[in-house]
């Protein structure tokens, strides 16, 4: 046996009668009472010794206070447990002392966070940082603690760890951050873990290796695990049971395979549908309507019914409660009965047939060969020693009319392309020719000329609106800059872009903070449109969303392009939303394209194994695929782009790499079947059996 | 990092150049001369004398020939000699750098380590009695400037209780000790110290304030590890990052404090030679004051980048 055997737990007391963990009608409010958020109402669920259940919902929905009060994580105040119990081996853990709450966290009950660089502290070590949980909860001396620790980093996959106990947490990327993140909350070996979105802050390919990661280490230490996250898909693969939250109530919860064959509460059949499927594509998204719930209302009345359309008065006068559909399964939704077995898609999945459309085929955009190099100079007299190759030689085309996506995880240089294309970063090389004509160095009023015509959505629609600015003026003042219009012509025109974004007018003197998500990024999409642009990046304009809120903007900006006749770039990681919303795609790696098709082909045959694995690594919303699918989790990082690998830049972490992707770049080459439309892919290997 | 520090310092000569210039030209543009601020202490003289002394500190020649002599002088580490004993600059700043720099040091000591605690416990009791009472208090400390907290604390500690000395660096007339000393330099010292102690503190509660809301206090918390350790080792660590920055900034206005400080105290620290420098028109002396001065905050400047390379691995000079 590996060193896994002495890492199981030799606790005594775990062979128990009943549940390991029992929460039983937990309400959690915020802020002083008569004027309260109530952010977790009557929740009751167990969980069994070495059961996986997922906590399912939107941000607000009340998931993470849940998870954090257990824990005593909450400030109180503001923070006020109004009822419940949470019983863990017989004791209250709301009603006992912090002192002794204190020896449960972190030894009996431990957690990983979100966002794995903000959660470890950055002025101190790792090993530090993995030991002191052992020495404070089991009196370990440095010595045996840091063997401990090293066990664990060993473990979770961090290689080196002897040497890497001494490094701080910014020396690391985001996933191998969340492997020690994990090695922390697993070295006291607790009974129960609690992942709060894990991987939400991770990309794709990594996020795949920390799913596998923790649900083998589960199986291994043989603990429960209670997983919180906004995405159906991502849990479907690896727990047993899924409980979904709205406004802060269980609104259904039910075995996993259940869940997803016979959804039964309105919402959880409107998160499904807002998921875009990767097999069933041309379907058009069916958002929820309306707009996240509010909170601030006591809950004494079913929180989705605003937002259902099945409501009918009596769930706007009372909450329903969860029921029990089948064994095992409930469901709080006082029509249940009646729309069981209504279907998935409602309304006859509105068809949007993309191949229909007028072909495009004349090129709006072309780049070619566009590199962005950003100089590193050091020394005293600060001489440039190496350049950071965010964009390295990259070339394409985007057709009039047509939605190019532009994909790739993090750092692979996607959206300083989209930012060189709108002459936001200074191209080192290559052209960029819009309309014909060269804006590669553009500076000026030729510059003003591009923006005229280009228009960047933007990712965080938190950020990227000027908080002091009301929504009007943020939308109108793309216009006053480019001196458009008289200003009652262009007052108008900002009721008019409103109205096309789907917002009220009475919006228009609000401040960005009192919008939600999803208004805010009407909001950034307005203003692109202001001056009536031919041409629109969109980067990552949907990721800071809500699923349910998501399928929204999509929409609009599919309608949009639509009756506007506009083209656009979209940059994004959501492999699953690309193949919906675009008709071709760029796959991007480490700066440079790796493989560029139309959307079907790409999707459908992928050939670059760096595209194949990418595709295999997203979550699908089916639990019974993810034992056949096959999945390529690929090893380790992408590499650091100041010093790109040799001959082709995947080659270290590519499962096909020969000897020749070492010495030699891979020219584009065309695989397309047909000579309609091209399937370029960069690699030796391409095509091959 | 060698490589910064080298950079720096070499970015520092052209400052000192440029520092030269402005203090030239502000110590020539005070009225009168320092043989005028002599004469009339003393006796009316005749013209001819007026002459000739002006003769012998070099007064009479052209203004960039003064300027030129006097960095002939900085350049060989002298710093010219005072126009009333004759004595050279360097050597009085030699003789009184000492005891301001024991003043200042205790004083910013003490203002750091008492405002960071205080702060600390301002921001770890928030919206408490505990907290509003603090923070009451700094309000007070940063209302009140130096000098009055200087007259002030002469008038309760020395004058009312008569438990303190106010003035001098040890009793006139007893051996020198270190404890007569530290007598002496209790007042002077917390009046430098209150107002910075108070700044220090809205900062250190400010610092903590945004610490606790990190999410790796979340986890530290979560790794049921005991209060203390979650505020001093993961808390405290990371609010003193900012606090550098505070801390650079307080050095060149504590030489500015000091000055008045010294000469309230009589504390025979660099300050009260200034002050004396300026009654007489004593222009070597000030300009070596101003000079010394420039250098000791650029270091500080320095030492303060360096600091940050200490207390935040994230940040690394090349």
């Known amino acids: 046996m590996r060193r896994t055997d002495t890492l199981t737990r030799d606790r005594p007391e775990m062979v128990g009668q009943g549940p390991l963990l029992s929460v039983q009608g937990l309400s959690v409010e915020f802020g002083p009472s008569g004027n309260s958020v109530y952010a977790v109402n009557d929740v009751s669920f167990d969980l069994a010794e070495g059961e996986s259940l997922a906590i399912v919902g939107e941000s607000g929905s009340g998931k993470s206070v849940t998870v954090q009060t257990l824990m005593g994580l909450i400030r109180k105040p503001p923070g006020r447990v109004t009822s419940g119990r949470a019983l863990f081996r017989g004791r209250d853990l709301l009603t006992i002392p912090d002192s002794e709450l204190r020896h449960i966290r972190g030894r009996d009950i431990a957690m990983i966070f979100q966002d794995p660089m903000s959660s470890l502290n950055p002025v101190l070590t790792i090993g530090l940082q993995l030991t002191e949980a052992l020495r404070e909860h089991q009196g370990l001396s440095e010595k045996q603690a840091e063997r401990q620790a090293l066990d664990m980093l060993d473990l979770v996959g961090i290689a080196n760890a002897a040497q890497r106990m001494q490094a701080f947490p910014h020396q690391f990327s985001g996933g191998q951050l969340q492997r020690i993140g994990i090695a922390m909350a697993l070295v006291c070996k607790p009974s129960i873990l609690i992942a709060d979105e894990p991987t939400t802050a991770l990309d794709v390919t990594i996020q795949a290796q920390i799913v596998e990661l923790v649900a083998r280490l589960q199986k291994e230490l043989g603990m429960a695990i209670i997983w919180i996250s906004h995405d159906l898909s991502l849990v479907a693969g690896f727990v047993e049971r899924v409980a979904v939250m709205y406004a802060g109530s269980l609104v259904e919860t039910a075995p996993v395979e259940r869940l997803f064959a016979a959804p039964t509460h309105p919402y959880t059949i409107g998160l499904l549908n807002s998921i875009p499927s990767l097999t069933a594509a041309n379907t058009r998204l069916v958002p929820i309507k309306g707009a996240p719930p509010n909170v601030m209302l006591p809950p004494t009345f079913c929180a989705f019914a605003p937002r259902c359309d099945h409501a009918v008065s009596r769930c706007r006068e009372a909450k329903p409660v969860l029921e029990p559909v089948v064994s095992g399964h409930a469901a709080a939704c006082w029509r249940w009965r009646e729309l069981h077995g209504v279907s998935r898609v409602p309304a006859a999945a509105v068809a949007t047939d993309r191949a229909s459309k007028a072909a495009p085929n004349e090129p709006l955009l072309t780049v070619f060969g566009l590199k962005v190099h950003f100089p590193i100079r050091r ?31 993090s750092g692979c240089g996607k959206s300083t392309t989209g930012r060189a294309v709108l002459g936001l970063e200074r191209p080192s090389e290559g052209e960029i020719r819009f309309e014909g004509k060269d804006y590669a160095d553009a500076s000026g009023e030729r510059a003003k000329e591009r923006r005229r015509d280009m228009q960047m959505v933007f990712q965080n629609p938190f950020g990227s609106l000027n908080p002091r600015m009301t929504v009007g ?11 458009i219009g008289t200003r009652a012509s262009r007052e108008a025109r900002v009721s008019e872009l409103l109205a096309l974004v789907g917002l009220r007018e009475p919006l228009r003197d609000r401040y960005p903070f009192e919008l939600s998500g999803g208004q805010r990024q ?21 990721s800071a969303l809500d699923v349910s809120i998501q399928a929204q903007i999509v929409n609009l900006l599919d309608d949009l392009k639509a009756r506007l006749g506009l083209t656009y770039l979209f940059i994004g990681h959501d492999l699953s939303m690309i193949r919906y919303l675009s008709d071709r795609v760029a796959v991007m790696y480490l700066g440079r394209i790796v493989e560029t098709g139309t959307t079907a082909s790409v999707f459908g045959t992928p050939m670059h194994p760096y595209t194949r694995a990418l595709l295999s690594a997203i979550p699908v919303p089916d639990p019974k695929a993810g034992g056949t699918r096959r999945r390529i989790v690929l090893g380790g990082g992408v590499p650091d782009p100041s010093k790109p690998p040799s001959g082709c830049h995947f080659h270290p972490r590519c499962p096909k790499a020969t000897e020749i992707c070492a010495r030699v770049a891979p020219e584009p080459r065309d695989f397309s079947s047909s000579n309609a439309a091209q399937h370029i892919v960069t690699c030796h290997h391409a095509g091959e059996a | 990092m060698l490589s910064y520090l080298l950079r720096k310092l070499l970015l520092g000569v052209p400052v000192l150049f440029g520092v030269t210039i402005i203090v030239f ?18 006796a009316p003289s005749s013209e001819e004398l007026i002459a000739m002394r002006r ?26 000699r005072s126009f009333v004993n004759g004595r050279g ?39 408490r009695l505990t907290d509003y009472s603090l923070t009451l208090g700094g309000f007070v400390g940063v209302s009140i400037p130096d000098f009055f907290m200087g007259l002030l604390l002469v008038y309760v500690f020395a004058l009312e209780l008569r438990w303190l000395p106010s003035s001098g660096i040890s009793t006139a007339g007893d051996s020198f000790s270190i404890a ?13 110290a209150l107002f910075r102690a108070a700044i220090f503190m809205r900062y250190a ?15 530290a918390k979560a790794k049921g590890l005991r209060p203390s350790i979650i505020v001093l080792r993961h808390g405290l660590r990371n609010a003193l990052i900012p606090l550098v920055t505070v801390f650079g900034l307080a050095l060149p206005t504590l030489f500015g404090g000091s000055v008045v400080i010294e000469t309230i105290f009589q504390w025979p620290g660099i300050g009260l030679m200034f002050i004396d420098a300026v009654v007489n028109r004593d222009s070597p002396v000030i300009m070596g004051y101003v000079l010394i001065t420039a250098i000791i905050v650029m270091l500080a400047n320095l030492a303060t980048d360096l600091a940050y390379s200490v207390l935040d691995p994230r940040v690394s000079y090349d």
């Open chain 1, 379 to 409: 020394g005293v007299l600060r001489r440039q020693v190496g350049a950071v190759r965010a964009v390295d030689g990259v070339s394409f085309e985007v057709l009039r009319g047509e939605t190019l996506a532009l994909v790739g995880e």
């Open chain 1, 473 to 483: 003026r943020i939308i109108g003042e793309g216009l006053r800059a480019q001196k």
């Open chain 1, 522 to 542: 009407r909001v950034g999409i307005a203003r692109a449109l202001a001056g009536s642009p031919k041409f629109i990046i969109a980067d990552e304009p949907i």
């Open chain 2, 25 to 42: 030209a502000i110590a020539h543009a005070m009225p009168g001369d320092a043989v005028l601020a002599m004469i009339t202490a003393e």
């Open chain 2, 55 to 80: 003769g012998e500190l070099g007064l009479d020649q052209p203004l960039y020939i003064q300027y030129l002599n006097w960095i002939g002088e900085i350049l060989h580490g002298n710093l010219g």
């Open chain 2, 89 to 127: 600059v360097a050597a009085i700043i030699g003789e009184r750098l000492p005891m301001t720099l024991e003043l200042m040091g205790v004083a910013l000591l003490a203002a750091f380590v008492i405002g960071t605690t205080l702060g600390v416990i301002s921001a770890l009791r928030q919206y």
């Open chain 2, 180 to 192: 007569d000393n530290l007598r002496h330099l209790i007042l002077p010292a917390a009046a430098l």
């Open chain 2, 205 to 219: 509660r400010a610092g903590m304030l945004e610490v606790l809301n990190q999410s790796y206090m979340r986890t």
